[in-house]
């Protein structure tokens, strides 16, 4: 059974930083192109960062380019999402997913075979 955890999630003031973890379990992990994507209160669930399918390269969306940087573990099933200068529009429920090669269209929330419970994050002062 195939199971992610995400954590690291919390409240930060404006110009902060926070960590996000997600364990992964029953899945070879290094054979999932894994991503992150988050929702925000009355809006669609949008795309974050991700890996290629070869788990090589990254994309980041523009929202985040230059403040959010994902990285994995492959040894501990682990991915994170380092978030730093955070703003009060990237408050939302984060959500950590495993992809599948030939079917996950990296950049976008689609193609995701399994999903996490998801973290919260809120920015405010």
């Known amino acids: 059974q195939v199971q992610l955890v995400e954590s690291g999630g919390g409240l930060v003031q404006p110009g902060g930083s926070l960590r996000l973890s997600c364990v992964a379990s029953?899945?070879?992990?290094?054979?999932?192109?894994m991503g992150w994507s988050r929702q925000a209160p009355g809006k669609e669930r949008e795309f974050v960062a991700a890996?290629?399918?070869?788990?090589?390269?990254?994309a980041v969306a523009y929202s985040v380019k230059g403040r959010f940087t994902i990285s994995k573990d492959n040894a501990k099933n682990t991915v994170y999402l380092q978030m730093i200068i955070l703003k009060p529009e990237d408050t939302a429920v984060y959500y950590c997913?495993?992809?599948?090669?030939?079917?996950?269209?990296?950049?976008?929330?689609?193609?995701?075979?399994?999903w996490g419970q998801g973290t919260q994050v809120t920015v405010s002062s």
């Open positions: 029953g899945v070879t992990f290094s054979n999932y192109p």
């Open positions: 997913a495993a992809g599948r090669v030939g079917r996950t269209q990296i950049g976008t929330t689609r193609g995701y075979d399994y």
């Open positions: 890996f290629s399918w070869s788990g090589v390269s990254t």
